[in-house]
């Protein structure tokens, strides 16, 4: 049995095949129902949903005992709702400890993918463990005795940090006193050049990954004024929410929040980019998105 494990993870390792295949038995497909975090999902399974822990990776949390997920926590996820999301038959492997101390299922898993380096079941697949590391959104984490492709696992990680992906990309767009989360307020035009600055200023967000602003909104603690971000999935990038009435962003400086719900997920008091001079676009960096 052991010769013939070493023989399949030989393969596994491209060095006697163009594609990889699975060292143990695996089972599926089987439809995704969920996404909790970048390593936990939840899949269906014949008892009824069945969450499952990748093996030999570690995501960023999405709580933490102080409340709200850790850094990249949410791009993580994202990165894994993309790949995976709900409806997507994945092939499911276990290895020689199925289940952890909280009653999940522990598993490799495949998803059909023409690009893919792993045949299984005749078809060609990516594993998804793998794939989360490569992309860096996730850190090798070995628990014996599930170790089959712990090395591989190794190997992506490095390349990833050397490659400045994912948890080590950072962001043209961040200093070290910006949020670390998915949404960041970046730039606003408070001192438009219109009567009372009615129906001029805007402010604008930056999202690092596509995002469902649904909820979202920016707040004004002097006036209580809520400005609602949309609801629905917008795209990374620029995001630029209007203020169609009168001004409430006080020319000579103010704090924006934004806000989901009654939590605060950003805030930035923009007094030190204040100009004075109308139509002007003040921006976190300094520089003006357009």
Request: with cysteine; net charge negative; hydrophobic share 45%.
């Amino acid at each position: 049995m052991r010769v013939l494990r070493a023989v399949l993870l030989a393969v596994y390792l491209g060095l006697g095949a163009a594609q990889s295949a699975p060292v143990g038995t695996f089972y599926g497909p089987v439809p995704v129902l969920a996404v909790v975090d970048g390593d936990t999902l939840v899949l269906e399974s014949n008892l009824g949903p069945r969450t499952v822990r990748l093996i030999g990776i570690d995501a960023p949390e999405m709580r933490r005992p102080q409340g709200g997920p850790e850094p990249y926590g949410i791009e993580a996820r994202a990165f894994l709702e993309a790949l995976l999301p709900p409806g997507t038959p994945v092939w499911v492997e276990v290895d020689l400890a199925p289940t952890d101390a909280y009653g999940r299922l522990l598993a490799y898993l495949y998803v059909a993918d023409p690009a893919g380096d792993w045949l299984v079941a005749d078809a060609t697949a990516t594993q998804v463990n793998l794939a989360v590391v490569e992309a860096g959104w996730a850190t090798p984490l070995t628990i014996a005795p599930n170790e089959t492709y712990a090395d591989l696992y190794e190997r992506a990680a490095a390349a990833s940090e050397a490659g400045r992906r994912g948890l080590w990309a950072g962001s043209p767009y961040v200093t070290a006193d910006w949020p670390t989360g998915p949404i960041l307020i970046w730039c606003a035009l408070v001192n438009p050049s219109t009567p009372n600055d009615e129906a001029g200023e805007w402010v604008s967000v930056l999202l690092r990954v596509p995002l469902d602003t649904r909820g979202y909104y920016l707040f004004d603690e002097g006036s209580k004024a809520r400005f609602r971000l949309p609801a629905g999935v917008q795209p990374a990038g620029e995001l630029r929410v209007e203020n169609p009435g009168r001004g409430v962003w006080n020319n000579a400086g103010d704090t924006i929040y934004l806000m989901l719900g009654d939590q605060v997920v950003d805030a930035w008091d923009y007094t030190a980019h204040v100009t004075r001079v109308e139509d002007v676009v003040l921006c976190r960096d300094g520089v003006s998105p357009d």
